[in-house]
């Protein structure tokens, strides 16, 4: 069965941190540009971060470039957020996401196997 | 930045066909995708590269996308189709997504 499972997310400080991970199975993670989507608490769909297969290509959304770090162990078949200097607005369900598309791509993502999400919530 | 706008809401009768429009600039030179969530779940792709279904989607759902909009279509609307939906494109160096549609069956 194909499968993503998020971990790491909890209640941090204003100004903290915390990294996410996401467990792959079930596909060659290798073969597959993965990404982050974050869902705020009643709110629309965020994308966060894109990375290649072979991690050679690297996005950001504009407002977590500098605090976020997207990175992932194809050995482990994992996906991992760094996330630094979380504010209040960092508060969100983060989905781990993968292209649909088997290869090395350098954008145009479309994501067809999510995670159950993990919960980020920034407060003091 | 690159902006995707839909109907904060569409209503259907079940059975009907329902219709929800993103629309962004030139939409149509980019592929455009679609994401069903229901409460409480992770959003599940529905059509993907404009017009294409992820296997074990349902023949009713379609999508087109022409100009400065796509729109996704659900033909036979069921009651099990009422979600909150999602477009989404790739913009240079971006992921969007609209803002969601709330589709409703009554």
């Known amino acids: 069965e194909v499968q993503l499972v998020e971990s790491g997310g909890g209640l941090v400080k204003p100004g903290g941190s915390l990294r996410l991970s996401c467990a792959a199975s079930g596909f060659t993670f290798n073969s597959y540009s993965m990404n982050w989507v974050r869902q705020a608490p009643g709110k629309g769909l965020e994308w966060v971060s894109s990375?290649?297969?072979?991690?050679?290509?690297?996005y950001y959304e504009d407002s977590v470039k500098g605090r976020f770090t997207i990175s992932r162990d194809n050995a482990q078949n994992s996906l991992y957020l760094q996330m630094n200097s979380l504010r209040a607005a960092d508060t969100a369900v983060y989905f781990c996401?993968?292209?649909?598309?088997?290869?090395?791509?350098?954008?145009?993502?479309?994501?067809?196997?999510w995670g159950q999400g993990t919960v980020v919530t920034v407060s003091s | 930045s690159y902006e995707l706008t839909q109907p904060p809401s569409v209503s259907v009768s079940p059975g009907q066909t329902a219709s929800i429009t993103c629309s962004g600039v030139q939409l149509g030179d980019k592929y455009a995708s679609w994401y069903q969530q229901k409460p409480g779940q992770s959003p599940v792709l529905v059509i993907y590269q404009d017009t294409k279904r992820p296997s074990g989607i349902p023949e009713r759902f379609s999508g087109s996308n022409s100009g400065n909009t796509a729109a996704l279509t659900i033909s036979g609307t069921q009651a099990m189709d009422e979600a909150d939906y999602y477009c989404q494109a790739w913009d240079s160096t971006t992921v969007v997504f609209g803002g969601g549609t709330t589709l409703t069956v009554l």
């Open positions: 990375i290649s297969s072979s991690s050679d290509y690297i």
């Open positions: 996401a993968r292209d649909v598309r088997s290869g090395s791509y350098s954008g145009d993502y479309t994501f067809d196997i």
